[in-house]
């Protein structure tokens, strides 16, 4: 069975501090990894995709296979990053038959 | 260009009523999920379309819970009788295909008293 593991409910740090949100995962098979973020009051939407490589609004997340683990990691964070995070696991054929993590609370003290 | 559609927004019923929510997807995507997000937890994947084709509702609880999507475009989620468990948002995600990542509606919060 496919689970993905957010061990951390609220994470807090400092403006200009780096942040990294946990994600470990389980899947037999070859999994593509994703960040979702969910700002106050906006609609779900998507990060960042480990096939994409990209590194959006400064976030970048390694997937690294012999630990199952795909987290997201930022140098510098922002006031504006205070949001919720969701990890979340699919199929390579299927992105949104996806299972969620539970997500972080971040939030970005001034 | 105009993002997913949903309503009602907010939804409040008693228990064994029943409620029916609406999608409408972005326009041009084929395939259409319903998802439960319940507080505290991240979204489930209740059922996926393809048109108006159904690719996976295994996850559905077809005892009380139904979807359709007759002409390929809007969907209805319904749930007759509901029960307090029941409570939760109810998301539409819409994508053009399957490899591509969902785009998510604002959601349907549903309180089932």
Redesign the interface.
């Known amino acids: 069975a496919q689970r993905v593991t957010q061990p951390e409910k609220l994470l807090s740090v400092f403006k200009g501090a780096p942040v990294e949100l946990k994600c470990n995962y389980s899947y037999s098979g070859s999994p593509e990894l994703f960040w979702y973020v969910q700002y106050s009051r906006q609609r779900l939407q998507l990060l960042l995709r480990h096939i994409s490589r990209e590194s959006i609004k400064g976030f970048t997340a390694d997937l690294n296979k012999g630990e199952t683990s795909f987290h997201l990691k930022k140098p510098f964070a922002q006031e504006e990053d205070s949001a919720m995070y969701y990890c979340a696991l699919s199929g390579r054929t299927n992105a949104g038959k996806s299972t969620f993590g539970d997500g972080t609370t971040l939030t970005v003290k001034p | 260009e105009a993002?997913v559609a949903q309503s009602p927004r907010y939804k409040i019923i008693e228990k064994r009523q029943s409620v029916a929510f609406w999608c409408n997807p972005i326009s041009g995507h084929a395939?259409l999920?319903w998802y439960q997000q319940i507080l505290?937890?991240?979204?489930?994947?209740l059922i996926?379309f393809q048109n108006n084709g159904v690719?996976?509702d295994s996850q559905l609880p077809k005892d009380r819970f139904s979807a359709e999507r007759l002409k390929g475009v809007d969907s209805t989620l319904k749930i007759q009788p509901a029960k307090l468990e029941d409570s939760a948002v109810y998301?539409c995600?819409s994508?053009p295909e399957?490899?591509?990542?969902?785009?998510?509606?604002?959601?349907t919060r549903l309180t089932v008293l």
């Open positions: 993002g395939t999920y505290g937890q991240g979204p489930k994947l996926q690719v996976d998301l995600a994508s399957g490899l591509a990542a969902p785009v998510f509606g604002p959601g």
